[in-house]
């Protein structure tokens, strides 16, 4: 019903900048949160930034200050402004719509990934 086309990866140097976008699409009435997780080789997809409806945004303390969350809703589009990057960012990255939640409950959606690498 919903689906999200995730584009932006790459391979870059270290201190070099990245944007990721992530444009869902489908019968889509309300999006309250997305947001983007990344997952390492072997490790746990963690958060990386959320972006919720009414714009409150939450980051992980490792990307703090480096990345940017943003929101265009005419195209129900989430970017990630990834800046300084770090070969420790290096990882799958996936993205996250929320709709049609029931208080906390939602239906979550995801993207098919992007491969970030930095590397020198």
């Known amino acids: 019903q919903v689906q999200l086309v995730e584009s932006g990866g790459g391979l870059v140097q270290p201190g070099e900048s990245l944007s990721l976008s992530c444009e869902a699409s489908g019968s889509i009435f309300t999006i309250h949160a997305m947001g983007w997780y990344r997952q390492a080789p072997g490790k746990q997809r963690e958060l990386v930034a959320g972006?919720?409806?009414?714009?409150?945004?939450n980051y992980a303390d490792s990307v703090k200050g480096r990345f940017t969350i943003s929101r265009d809703n005419a195209k129900n589009t989430v970017y990630l402004q990834m800046n300084s990057l770090k070969p420790e960012d290096t990882a799958v990255y996936y993205c996250?719509?929320?709709?049609?939640?029931?208080?906390?409950?939602?239906?979550?959606?995801w993207g098919q990934g992007t491969q970030v690498t930095v590397s020198a």
């Open positions: 972006n919720r409806i009414g714009g409150s945004t």
């Open positions: 996250h719509a929320d709709v049609r939640c029931s208080g906390s409950v939602c239906e979550r959606y």
